[in-house]
């Protein structure tokens, strides 16, 4: 088989390389002429993009190729089946790890054929590959249409969905296109053929893969079902592939680009690969399902990493993850708790209790009380008070006015706060000073010296603080009363 | 709705029931529940019991079926509704003249929370009469 194998790969190669150097290709055919056809092989190789018939001779090659190997790896498998447990696994696992190189093959096989088909078909119906775009049925369509001008009598019935058909029809009804030769038309034909072939046995391949995947794989089994596992071992590319494989990625494996024909996108679903094939996605209400989507991806990764080591032969690690998997979708769908009332506090609470600090302070300053009323609320011993309306009626001045200068006013003593407000206004401060009034002028007449020059401050500085003026002040003395 | 509140079935349950609430208010409906007056209030109680619970508790007796206390708080209205603090009886001031009881149908639910709140903070301050938060005088025109 690993012969096979390689001579396989050793085409692709060779063709890989003709598509790459046309001109090259043209220089080694003339140089292979001069030595005048040694290597009938790499004649043929030349001659692929030359001739047709030759490009069939290499496909069908090819073609035998791929069907011997799937014929041997098919009596192999019944072999070992049919031997029973004997060195099982690892024989069978290698046969499985060859099958998923060979479905590899396979689909990069039928993406050669269906590029051929595509040039081909070209001339005829242009617009098709990209209302098409799988290959498969991309060949089913070009082998049911065939030289067909009115698509209208082509039944595409089971081939396409109705909105692809439709678009395909009205598109076919004004295309440029021409209808192909006999000689092109029949080539189109047996390589649309050939392709169904390929994809018949990529099925035949799965199909064996999938009989052999509880063995290969029972935790993933467990979780995603032995279909779906076979075609993501498929597409990754083998189980160590599958198990290097981020979430995100196993999530999107086997997702077919979306063909929308036009329509808005916006109400098409997301885009899903095989894991939308599982039991447990399809039981999931829609409105989960993305989440769905990658809780299975999740775990479906790890169930394929605990294969991948052969931790787990019997399957139980799988089958508790699939558990794990259905009760956290069985959560999501549980109603949210029913919102209770909210009882009344108890109402026993009193008010809050004021301690000192620097509002209540401030507080205190602001309504203290003022010197003007310190004085009127004093008596001074000996001597009469004077009043608002006179001999005592009326409300009592106190010592208000009693030291001397016979007025009632009082400078404002100098507080914390008030030098902070005199600030804003020493500005506008102007005049005389605010201790004397307007009436007051700066002569005063003596009966001794006539006119004499007397000093206003004077008599404000002894009012200067309302303190001074009290039993401590220095105009103040001690009362005689005289005896009469 | 006489159905979703607790009933006290003996005279010892009632005086257990006073007796365990050291916290609560503990608030005692005397009446029946087959009378019209008393399942009018059963529906206030019923609706307010669940809003109330931090700082009282409801319970229904049967007047018929416990006759203990109905010489002892003359309890011959349809229903009646009285409230206790740690084993004391809480009077309250309801404009009604009868300072012990509540012997109507109260309908307002709003009502009934503002007159337990008054209660309860009269009976945490150790008061054994508070006046009720609105004057119910205009029951009675006579």
Redesign the interface.
Known sequence: MASLADSFLADLDELSDNEAYPEEENAEAVGMDEDGGEDMLDLESLNYDDLDSVSKLQKTQCYNDIMQKVEDALQKGTDFSNQGSILEEDPEYQLIVDFNALSVDIENEIIIIHNFIRDKYRLKFPELESLVHHPIDYARVVQKIGNEIDLTLVDLEGLLPSAIIMVVSVTASTTNGKPLSEENLAKTIEACERALTLDAAKKKVLDFVESRMGRIAPNLSAIVGSAVASKLMGTAGGLGALAKMPACNVQLLGAKKKNLAGFSSATSQFRVGYLEQTEVFQSTPPALRTSACRLIAAKSTLAARINSIRGDPTGKAGRNLLEEIRKKIEKWQEPPPAKL?K??????SEPKKKRGGRRLRKMKERYAQTDMMKLANRMQFGVPEESSLGDGLGEGYGMLGQAGSGKLRVSAAQSKLAAKVAKKFKEKSYGSSGATSGLTSSLAFTPVQGIELSNPQSHGNLLGSGTQSTYFSETGTFSKIKRN | MSYLLPHLHSGWAVDQAILAEEERLVIIRFGHDWDETCMQMDEVLAAVAETIKNFAVIYLVDITEVPDFNTMYELYDPSTVMFFFRNKHIMIDLGTGNNNKINWALKDKQEFIDIVETVYRGARKGRGLVIAPKDYSTKYRY
Do not use: A, I, K, T
């Open positions: 009332p009882p009344l506090p108890v109402p026993d």
